[in-house]
């Protein structure tokens, strides 16, 4: 079985989307249109391609180089068994994992599929983009209120734990 990810496309090495250099995969299909969204592309669920997980993981280990995968949109948790099954076998060799959602993390804690997705997420930065809220000074995100959020110790105090990356 090789279980296949809808994806918009992939960056092979990222300095701006998580801690250290990462190979960034963009989720195809978002429900959450956020004005000013840097990547509306990936808003169609029919777009994008079908890719199988063991093709993104052999690319990954191209690179030496690389210090983790970052899973951006797009929205990964509308394919949360995909990203799970991803973001797993990258743990599993190793590599740091992060993920950007629109969801908050209180919401993807109430959905079981999502919750599977999380428990393989090492940073989570969650909330939906507001142009309001914009800055260009914001490491990791786009808008004041998105978090960054230290999901292993957040499971592991039962409380909401940020990243001391911010």
Do not use: W
Request: proline share 4%; aromatic share 6%; glycine share 8%.
């Amino acid at each position: 079985m090789n279980p296949k990810v809808r994806i918009a496309g992939v960056v092979k090495e990222s300095i701006v989307d998580g801690p250290g250099i990462r190979f960034v995969v963009f989720a195809q299909g978002c429900p959450h249109h956020c004005q000013g969204c840097h990547n509306p592309a990936t808003h169609d669920f029919n777009g994008g391609k079908l890719v199988a997980i063991e093709t993104i993981i052999d690319e990954m280990q191209k690179n030496p180089l690389l210090d983790g995968i970052t899973l951006s949109g797009g929205e990964p948790f509308e394919q949360p068994e995909a990203f799970c099954e991803l973001a797993r076998r990258s743990q599993a060799l190793g590599y740091h994992v992060m993920a950007y959602t629109g969801y908050s993390y209180e919401t993807l804690l109430a959905k079981k599929d999502q919750r599977q997705l999380l428990a393989h997420t090492d940073l989570l930065v969650d909330g939906k983009f507001e142009m309001a809220k914009k800055s260009l000074m914001l490491k990791f995100r786009g808008s004041q209120n998105q978090r960054i959020i230290d999901v292993k110790r957040s499971r592991h105090h039962n409380q909401i734990i940020l990243s001391e990356i911010i």
